[in-house]
C-alpha cells in the first residue's frame, strides 16, 4: 500500500511538473501574476510556473498586426459626407501595458481611428482630400501612435484604402473627367492635324526646291553639252586650218575648193548668187579646158 501511495505521488508530482513547464514560442510574449498581480512578462524560452499560485494571464504575439475598419462616415470643410475605410499597421511593445492599460484594445483603436479621421477630413476640402492621401496617413499615424503609447502599442503605419464620396459627387466627378479627356482629346487631334499640314507643307516646299533644282542642273548639262559640242567644232576647224596651212596648198587647188564651196551654195534655194572675179576666170578656164578635150 506504501508502495502504491509512493508511486501515486510520484506519477502526480510528475504530471504537476510537466504541465507547469513553459514554453514561449519565438516572437511572443507571456504575462504572469502571482496570486492575483503582476508578476513578469516572460520571453522567449523555457520558464517554470508554480501551480496554484501562479498563472498565465495573458499571451501577446509581438509580431506586426493589421487592423482593416470599415467606412466611417466623415464630413469635409465644404460640407461634403463620405465614407473613408482606413488600415492600421501596429505591433505591441510592452505587453504590460497593453494587458493593463485598456480593456478592447482592437475596438478602442478602431474608435479612435474613426474620431482622429473626422477631425483631420474635416479641416479639408473635398478636393484636398481626394489629393492628400499621404498627408492625411501621417497626420493619423502621428495622433495615434502618440495616443497608443500607454497602450504598449506602437502605430507603424496607416492607410486610406478607400474614399467613397457620394453619388452625385460622383457622377459629377466622371462627367468633369470625361470632359477633360475630350477636351485632351481635342488639343492633340488639332495638334496631329496641325503637324500634318506642317509636313504636307514642307515636303510640297523640298518637292519644289528639289524639282527646280533638277531643272537647274538639266540646263547646266545641256549648256555644257553645247558648249563642249561647238568646242569640237571649233577645235575641229582650226586642226582642219592648220593642216592646211602646213600643206601650203597652191593657189590653183584653192580656186579649185572655192568652186566646189559655190557649187554646193548654188545648189541652195537661194535666187541671186554673186560670183567674185576670181570664181569667174575660175570658170572660163574651167570652160576652156572643156572646149579643148572636146576638140
Known amino acids: ?56 494571464a495573458n499571451k501577446i504575439t509581438l509580431k506586426e498586426r493589421v487592423g ?24 505591441v511593445t510592452d505587453p504590460k501595458l497593453f494587458t493593463y492599460g485598456i480593456v478592447s484594445p482592437m475596438a478602442a483603436i478602431e474608435n479612435l481611428t474613426a474620431t482622429t479621421l473626422r477631425n483631420i477630413i474635416g479641416d479639408l476640402e473635398l478636393d484636398q482630400t481626394l489629393t492628400s492621401r499621404d498627408i492625411i496617413n501621417s497626420k ?7 495616443a497608443t503609447d500607454p497602450w504598449g502599442i506602437k502605430i507603424n503605419r496607416v492607410e486610406l484604402k478607400n474614399i467613397i464620396p457620394p453619388a452625385a459627387i ?30 504636307i507643307a514642307e515636303g510640297e516646299r523640298e518637292s519644289t526646291i528639289l ?19 561647238l568646242l569640237a567644232v571649233q577645235t ?17 587647188v584653192v580656186k579649185l575648193k572655192a568652186l566646189e564651196a559655190f557649187a554646193q551654195a548654188a545648189d541652195g534655194q537661194a535666187t541671186k548668187i554673186i ?3 576670181e570664181i569667174q576666170s575660175l570658170a572660163g578656164l574651167a570652160t576652156s579646158a ?3 578635150f572636146k576638140s
Request: proline share 4%; glycine share 4%.
Open 170 to 199: 460622383q457622377d459629377a466627378m466622371e462627367r468633369q473627367m470625361k470632359a477633360e479627356r475630350e477636351r485632351r482629346e481635342s488639343i492633340l487631334k488639332a495638334e496631329g492635324e496641325k503637324r500634318s499640314a506642317i509636313l
Open 275 to 277: 560670183i567674185p572675179s
Open 140 to 146: 493619423m499615424r502621428s495622433i495615434l501612435d502618440e
Open 68 to 91: 482593416d475598419f470599415p467606412p466611417q462616415p466623415v464630413i469635409t470643410k465644404d460640407n461634403v459626407t463620405m465614407k473613408i475605410d482606413t488600415v492600421i499597421y501596429f505591433q
Open 236 to 252: 575641229a576647224l582650226a586642226n582642219s586650218i592648220k593642216l592646211l596651212n602646213e600643206a601650203a596648198p597652191q593657189d590653183n
Open 1 to 56: 500500500m506504501e508502495l502504491i501511495i509512493i508511486l501515486a505521488i510520484a506519477i502526480l508530482a510528475i504530471i504537476l511538473i510537466s504541465t507547469n513547464i513553459i514554453i514561449v514560442p519565438q516572437a511572443n510574449a507571456y504575462v504572469v501574476e502571482r496570486l492575483g498581480a503582476y508578476q513578469t512578462t516572460w520571453g522567449t524560452g523555457i520558464h517554470f510556473k508554480i501551480p496554484l499560485i501562479e498563472r498565465i
Open 211 to 229: 524639282r527646280a533644282d533638277a531643272a537647274k542642273q538639266k540646263k547646266i548639262k545641256e549648256a555644257e553639252g553645247e558648249a563642249e559640242a
Open 290 to 292: 572643156g572646149e579643148i
